[in-house]
């Protein structure tokens, strides 16, 4: 190639603008064109941010845009806006998009994030059935908030109860809803272990949340005005003046996949660890469309993250500009919370170690946030999977009041280490009365397994 | 031995209970005597507790006790509280008390706790001069406060700016008091590096702390009535109705000593990491009395702290009863808050990682505790200190607002487990918009490191 390479990247959030953003701190613009196409108007919004926005916690949807199209137009990266990729043409190097303009490539990045999942049934198209993907969505809740009855309570439906599904709750309840959620899984938080996900369950209830368990929506009502006023399920149907979708997110590749690009068992677009296409070498991609391994097992994965797509992004960015780079996995680490309980999740839980071929043992500890004398000291249960001949940890689960969700990271840190439970049992975690009891809940847990596996 | 063995522990506080205890779980009463030799009125109190009641965040001395004498005894652990152990006979296997009273033993355990550094500084004996070592400290703080005139701001002097000391500074604040920290050295929290001090210093300071540094307190000067009434150093004279000392503590291994126990460099005694006693096989310590190792360089270590003299106790406890058990060292871990500011550290700070031969890099980031938009975000700084070679963490600082402090953990567990800086910022630790922003902090930080370590 003569001149300078065009790099197209189809997407500008966080997958797609983060291996922009690192390919050009890495190679100037005459050595490199990036060519950005964003169907949206927004580029680096915080998808995450999403409910706090409605909940009002968040004061504008600026707020949440991490970065313009006008301030990466400024780093030398060509933002076109309102502009959606229609097809691609692998052989060619082409991207047409919806308007027929041509886009030539030679290297392409394809980040077109994330579909939320939408099961088939009657009226879910209906006015009044909302998404939580982008931030349209979010000002469409907003703007329906608004314009809800004020001569009573009124009532929200939230379908799902993964992590957007239970921030959603929390957020309408914030608003003034009646909120009720209605899950299609025995348990919210399907990635945790049922009694972790019982524990979940039994404090929505005490919030006063209505929590609808294993039962699966056959059916959006609508009204005269063909505006969503409830749903169906076998056991009953529940009014609602508002229903929002969560019910979580497959990877959307339905791009890549019509040009012939390989996809993974996930759905999602099968890359290597440099995130590069396995079946087109100047193909990369990133985020919420791809997928990814697990770094315990090896395993594929789709976990939709945007610290996963930001950290993708910036390997593909590396590596295109001729860097070396990998993306070292996920373990499905996860930290929610609904009203006042925290709740997080890393590795595997105990199906998953099962499925997995773990011969695994699990025990859970409940102690206390702060030392049990100390104002503000709240439950916490902390739960660990580990694999039983080598005591190894496999995963972690924990559930709790306040300053409970964030030691997942610990578990975290641990497992990807490898680290064995009698040795973060051991481990020198830190101890004072206004964050812990002596020993954090955290080392009690790795403690007791620990204590098990010796027998 | 025929019929049962006698154990006789030393001190009934964390390391003295927590070896009888574990003992006692492990062999019954047939097998094992345990008596504990306890000078004051308590066991198993919570010193680090003491600041907290002193605060009235803690409502009663009795919140502290997380176990009294009559409990132990009703798990058939022989409790003499009052009791001040005066000689060891290491020959004869005796302990003599202070009253005369002599307990033979088979297997000594020696917690005698830890000695408040005490400077020989004319005055420091007067009334009005108070440590914050055993709950009576506690409860003549407290009645101290009470006597103090309301016709204006009394004020206080805390000598020290350790842990004990900022903890001081910020319960007499809340209970009314005008408080300066008066330090020998440059900057509080010697164990951070001093860039991290320097913002523990201002951010004191902001919250309406005087802080006199680089200050060696001469003299306490003393009034009329022969009280404590300020402090004089080189640079000035300040008033105080009370004077406070938090100097850190040292090993009291003086009646170990007297015995002809070997004592270590530090100044505790001498122990395996099975917690034995390197020269008298059938003596065991525990607790802020014994010298540990630092477990990243192997060098001996002496640290304060309640958690590391549960462990050692335990540890004690389970050799003594015959299971195999070892005390896997420090990383010198530890967290504390001063107001609404957060501080951890762990492992090697700077001048430690130079002192033990390594050639160390640093970076410090700043970010914030939550996603920016989020209510409540607050600053956060996180340094790293690593080995320039293998990228190797060797410790973390972290200062800042609240959920910083606990960060540390997973830091802790990162050096604990040999992770590099790469590995760490590689790993999946958890995000959501409330508990931090895309990538936390201390990925943040690991990443920084890490690509500054790439050159």
Same mark, same amino acid.
Request: aromatic letters at 8%; a neutral charge.
């Given at each position: 190639m003569t001149g300078r390479a065009r790099l197209v990247v189809i997407g500008g959030d966080a997958g797609g603008m983060s291996a922009a953003a690192q390919a050009r701190r890495l190679q100037d613009g005459d050595a490199l064109e990036i060519v950005v196409l964003e169907q949206?108007? /927004?580029?680096?919004?915080? $998808?995450?941010g999403i409910p706090y926005w409605i909940g009002d916690l968040v004061g504008s949807r600026e707020d949440l845009i991490a970065r313009t199209p006008a301030e990466h137009e400024k780093r030398g990266i060509t933002v076109h806006t309102g502009t959606r990729a229609q097809a691609v043409d692998l052989d060619a190097g082409t991207v047409t998009a919806a308007d027929g303009r041509r886009f030539d490539y030679d290297t392409l990045l394809i980040a077109t994030g994330g579909r939320p999942t939408r099961p088939p049934i009657t009226g879910l198209d209906a006015p009044g059935v909302y998404g939580v993907h982008r931030l349209d969505d979010g000002a469409a809740i907003r703007a329906a908030i608004d314009e809800l009855p004020t001569d009573r309570t009124p009532k929200a439906i939230v379908m799902g109860g993964g992590y957007i599904g239970l921030e959603m709750a929390e957020v309408l309840q914030t608003r003034g809803l009646d909120v009720s959620v209605v899950l299609a899984d025995p348990l919210p938080m399907g990635l945790l272990d049922a009694d972790m996900g019982e524990r979940v369950c039994v404090a929505m209830r005490a919030m006063g949340f209505t929590v609808h368990t /294993?039962? $699966?929506?056959?059916e959006v009502l609508t009204g005269a005005d063909g505006r969503a006023c409830g749903v169906r399920t076998d056991e009953g149907t529940y009014d609602a003046d508002l229903v929002v979708l969560g019910l979580g997110m497959g990877p959307e590749a339905r791009l890549a996949e019509r040009a012939g690009l390989g996809i993974g068992v996930t759905g999602g677009i099968d890359v290597d660890a440099t995130m590069r296409s396995r079946t087109h070498a100047n193909v990369f991609a990133a985020g919420d469309c791809v997928q990814t391994y697990h770094q315990l097992t090896g395993e594929p994965a789709h976990v939709a993250l945007g610290t996963h797509a930001n950290k993708q992004g910036r390997v593909a960015g590396s590596v295109i500009a001729g860097r070396p780079a990998r993306f070292a996995g996920v373990l499905g680490t996860a930290l929610t919370k609904v009203g006042t309980l925290e709740i997080g999740r890393t590795g595997l839980c105990t199906s998953q170690a099962d499925a997995a071929g773990f011969d695994s043992r699990t025990e859970v500890i409940e102690a206390t946030t702060r030392a049990g004398y100390y104002p503000g000291a709240e439950d916490i249960a902390v739960k660990l999977v580990t694999e039983s001949a080598s005591g190894r940890l496999l995963g972690g689960q924990v559930v709790g009041g306040q300053g409970a969700g964030k030691r997942i990271d610990v578990l975290a840190a641990a497992v990807w280490a490898g680290m064995t439970a009698d040795e973060l049992a051991g481990s020198d975690l830190s101890y004072a009365p206004p964050f812990s009891p002596t020993y954090d809940a955290v080392a009690v847990a790795a403690r007791v397994i620990s204590r098990a596996e010796r027998g």
């Open positions: 949206g108007r /927004d580029t680096s919004f915080s $998808a995450c /294993d039962q $699966a929506v056959r």
